[in-house]
């Protein structure tokens, strides 16, 4: 085969023969991302309230969505101990909605094995506006219809974001899974 072309047994990174991804960012990658967006709506604070959604959340939400089975359900609690470190919000708010959002999606993926862009879609916007709905219950202010107004833009900024953090997921996936090293 090599006789009648040279690149059929190769890649951008040499050989596909004895190549495996490294172990270390197999494993590191989806965490860290979490995390990393976890801190971004930390700059982006208005006086009263974020301005942005919670990216951690849509993060975890496409993780689960685009490669299921990647994270454990347990992931949940000690991510959203992460994230309500760094977010503000009472102890405990993001470990238990984010546990609970694991617990949800497994459920419906146990219920709806296959599904599609449109349905995943559907179900992290579902799950990102109750999950925006009980944060604002958790924080201890009082929910007036001014304070919804105010923080409607959050909830439909996270609906319209998901396609986008959906496709970084799937991008920092292929990165995970590249083949990087040598197998001996």
């Known amino acids: ?34 995390m990393l967006a976890s801190f ?7 006086d ?10 849509l993060m975890l939400l496409a993780w689960r ?13 000690l991510l959203g101990a992460f994230d309500d470190l760094v977010s503000g919000q009472p102890f405990g708010c993001a470990i238990f909605l984010w546990s609970i959002a694991m617990i949800v999606i497994e459920l419906i993926e146990a219920r709806f ?7 995943d879609w559907f179900t992290a916007s579902v799950i990102a506006i109750i999950y ?3 944060t604002l219950l958790f924080s201890g202010a009082s929910i007036t219809p001014e304070m919804l107004g105010v923080a409607a ?19 920092l996936d292929r990165f995970r899974l590249a083949r990087a090293r040598t197998i001996d």
């Open 132 to 134: 925006w709905l009980a």
């Open 65 to 77: 969505m685009v490669r299921p089975g990647l994270l454990p359900l347990w992931s949940g609690a």
């Open 153 to 171: 833009p959050q909830a439909l900024l996270a609906v319209l974001l998901y396609p986008i953090i959906a496709r970084m997921v799937a991008t």
């Open 1 to 34: 085969m090599e006789r009648l072309d040279p690149r059929a047994r190769s890649d951008i990174y040499g050989l596909r023969i004895n190549r495996a991804p490294d172990p270390w960012r197999v494993q590191s990658v989806p965490y860290g991302s979490i």
């Open 48 to 57: 009263t309230m974020p301005l942005a959604p919670s990216f951690g959340f």
């Open 113 to 119: 094995p296959w599904r599609g862009f449109w349905q």
């Open 40 to 46: 971004l709506p930390v700059f982006l604070i208005a």
